[in-house]
Each structure stands twice: as C-alpha cells, then as structure tokens.
C-alpha cells in the first residue's frame, strides 16, 4: 500500500540547528569531542526558584487540563511585566500562553497564508518562517537584512516589498542568527509607512528582548497604539530564563483575532502542562537575578566570540547587539557556508550552522551561538584558526 499526504507537505522544511545537534550527538557517542556552539538554548540550568514552584505545583495537584489560552493569574503576570519592563499597557485577556515560540508563528501565518496571499519574513532569519509560509501555499517575500546595517532591517526596504497581497509581515529584533538590534528611528519609519497598509497584518517576533547588549534597549511594537489592532507580539520564558524544554511561550493578539487562536489552540494542543504555568508565573514575579547573570555572561562571551572571529584567516564578524548568536561572514575563505559548517563539525569537532539553513541570504555566513563556556568558545576558535589554515576549501 502506498501512502499519500496531501502535497503541502512536500513544501515544509524544519530546522536543520537539530538536524546538527543529531549528528553532533552521535559523533559524541562514536567518542569524537565535540564543542556544540550550533543549537541556540541557554548552557545554563532554570533557576531552582522556577523549578521548585513546578514540583510545588504538582503536589498541589494541578495535575488537570488548564484553560486553552492559559490560567488567568499567568496571563495577568504577563501583561504585568510588560506594562513593567516595558511601559505598554496589555489586558490577560489579549495574553495566550502556547507551548514555545514556534506555536504563535504557526497560528499567524497560519491565519494569513493561502494561496496567492504574500506574507514577508527577515532573511537572515528564523527558518520556520519561511517553512510555514510555503506549507500554507502562500508565497514567502524575503526582507533581506544586511551586514552593512549591523543586521538591522530597513525600514524602507521592508515597506517596498509590500503590495497588494501582502497579508502579513513578520519582524524579528533582536534576531535570529544575526544577533541584529533594529533602532527606534527605524521602528519608527516602518510603523509611519505602515499607515499607508492598513491590511498588512504584523507578527513581531520579540523572544530575545531581554538579551542586549552595549545598552541597547528594546522597542517592542506594542508601544506603537497606532497597529495595536493588528499586531501580535510573540515572546516567552524559552531564553530569558533558560526554560527551552519547558515549552512555554506566549502571545499577545489583537482582540479580533484572539478567538481564532484560542480555536486552534483548543484543536491543536488544548492547553500548556499545568506545572510549567506555574513555573512560568514564578519565573516572572521571583527574583530576576539569574536573569541578569546569565545576560552578563552571555555579554562576556560575546565580546570573545566577536575577537576570536576576526582574528580568524578570511573571516570578518559584525558586532551583535542581542540574542546570544555571532553570524560571521567566511565569504572570503573560498568556502561554502554549509560545506565549511560540515567540515567544523566532522573535521574540527566544532558544530556551527549553516548560513543558508537561514534563507536565501545566509550564503557567505555562518552561525555560532554563544551559549558555551567561555573555555569552550575558546577551544572551538582555536579549532576553527587551524582548520582554517590547512584545510582546502571545499
């Protein structure tokens, strides 16, 4: 018997950062050492405060199904912190709590892409973007983010690419791979050429908001009352505080959306684990300390990350201003970025990503995360100089 999935699925893609993560693993096993700067989660544990109130919670007995969009005194915590960290004003009942990230992209694109719809997405950037959007049949549009601009979109080519089938647009900042921070005054620019767009729906994907560096500060798009009523903001507990196999993320959606996520949650997922939502609510109302260290940390690294590449033969790496993610450009080294990421990691036992695993744009590129020890991210550049020179490119 043959079997046969409709064809959309022909058109999915994934994230090839596990398909490393795999292969690294069980070169790890076959007793090869391996230095893991591909996978993009903090090295650091959740704090014991966030883990406890979990155990505290199942002894409690929350051992039930919860509402599909969250119990009510997490997405209270939510819109609090946000009207705190960030001084936007956010009711629980415009707050989902989903199961990761990767759920609010899902929801979104899935709301807005068809077939003949066009829906714009950063390249460089998070691969399900796109793998959503073709899975949808709609016809993904890259925004290219450049190096010139430290990775920072451009606000003017972003809003030269919309036409009149734009449904969607999807913003990321700080980004993945890039480490790219967009500034306020280019924030400001989208949001005015938006007016001229008043059907362009927004997701804005804002996960690493709390990781900047040098004093960035974020611009979160809730600030901008003028596309409150058709944007959704996506962030969760996955990096801030180093809960990625939790799963927990939420979203914040304009209120005449809102009830179509809440059906594709009830049809999907029905709800998130119970003792994770609490862990989440102490996360955001305890101590912020562990926070704070982990971020200084990162900080640390980043600053060897950065000096170590460029001392590299043929390798230049622009600055990042978030997210924990070096993006350096190899152009030069005659490699192709994911025939030279294959190499690190079978050769040099160094696991990076690929540049083009990030989209159109990523040739020229790869990406390392910071997310090691420092002795690590050490050890991984001297690995990469001395391949680098003697090794032929491929």
Known sequence: ???????????????????????????????????????????????????EAAVKALRDGHHGYTPA???????????????????????????????????????????????????LYPD??????????????????????????????????TLSLITPKTRLLIVNSPANPTGGVTPKAEVDKLVAGLARFP????????????????????????????IRDRLILLNGWSKTYAMTGWRMGFSVWPKPLYDNARKLAVNSHSCVNAPAQWAGLAALTGPQDAVHAMVAEFDRRR???VAGLNALPDVSCAVPKGA?????????????AKKLASALLEDAG?????????????????????????????????????????????
């Not at 090839?16 to 391996?34: H, P, S």
């Not at 460089?124 to 920072?152: C, D, H, L, Q």
């Not at 059907?199 to 798009?221: F, N, P, R």
């Open 199 to 226: 059907d362009v729906a927004v997701m804005s994907d804002e996960i690493y908001d709390q990781m900047l560096y040098d004093g960035e500060k974020h611009v979160c798009l809730l600030g901008y009352p003028e």
């Open 1 to 51: 018997m043959t079997l046969q999935t409709v064809s959309s699925f022909a058109r999915i893609g994934e994230e090839n950062a596990f398909a490393v993560l795999a292969r690294a693993t069980e070169l790890q096993r076959k007793g090869k050492d391996i230095i893991n700067l591909g996978i993009g989660q903090p090295d650091f544990p959740t704090p014991d405060h966030i883990v």
């Open 124 to 157: 460089p950037g998070f691969p399900i973007y796109r793998s959503m959007i073709e899975f949808t049949g709609a016809t993904p549009i890259p925004v290219r983010v450049r190096e010139e601009n430290g990775f920072a979109f451009s606000a003017d080519e």
């Open 350 to 394: 160094v696991a990076t990503i690929g540049g083009p695993d990030f989209g159109v744009h990523g040739e020229g590129y790869i990406r390392l995360s910071y997310a090691n020890s420092l002795e690590n991210i050490e050890r991984a550049l001297e690995r990469m100089k001395s391949f680098l020179a003697s090794a032929q490119a491929a």
């Open 69 to 119: 969009n969250g119990i009510l005194p997490l997405r209270e915590a939510v819109a609090a912190d946000l009207h705190k960290r960030l001084s936007v004003d956010v009711s629980p009942e415009e707050v989902m709590i989903v199961p990761g990230g990767k759920v609010t992209m899902f929801m979104a694109i899935l709301m807005f892409g068809e077939p003949g719809a066009e829906i």
């Open 324 to 336: 924990f993610y070096a993006f350096p450009n190899i152009s030069k080294t005659g490699w192709k």
């Open 303 to 305: 600053k060897a990350v």
